[in-house]
Nanobody, 129 residues
């Protein structure tokens, strides 16, 4: 059984940094497509970033591409989301999602949460002003 688990959330102040990690059991993330999404109270789930492990390609959502960095750590079977210069509007539950079958060719499809096969339970990130 495949499971995806996030870790690293917490309460920080505006301007601080935080690193989230996503790991899996049952299958390795080595060649998976791994995305991060977030959902703030009263809002829809929002795409944050994705990495396609087979190619190393990365893509970011609006408003985070100059502050967040997604990367893979093969030795630890993790995908990390380094979040810098955090803002109060980054407050949300952050979810890791993995897709082990081939990733869509259309880049726009990578932002669609429906393509991902496994989801973690989420980790809370709270940024105070």
């Amino acid at each position: 059984q495949v499971q995806v688990v996030e870790s690293g959330g917490g309460l920080v102040q505006a301007g601080d940094s935080l690193k989230l990690s996503c790991t899996s059991s049952g299958r390795t993330l080595l060649n998976a497509g791994v995305g991060w999404f977030r959902q703030a109270p009263g809002k829809e789930r929002e795409f944050v970033a994705v990495i396609t492990r087979s190619t190393g390609g990365t893509f970011y959502g609006d408003g985070v591409n100059d502050r967040f960095i997604i990367s893979g750590d093969n030795a630890k079977n993790t995908v990390n989301l380094q979040m810098n210069n955090l803002k109060p509007e980054d407050t949300a539950i952050y979810y890791c999602a993995a897709r082990f079958s081939s990733m869509p060719y259309n880049v726009g499809d990578l932002f669609n949460p429906e393509i991902y096969e496994y989801w973690g339970q989420g980790t809370q990130v709270t940024v105070s002003s």
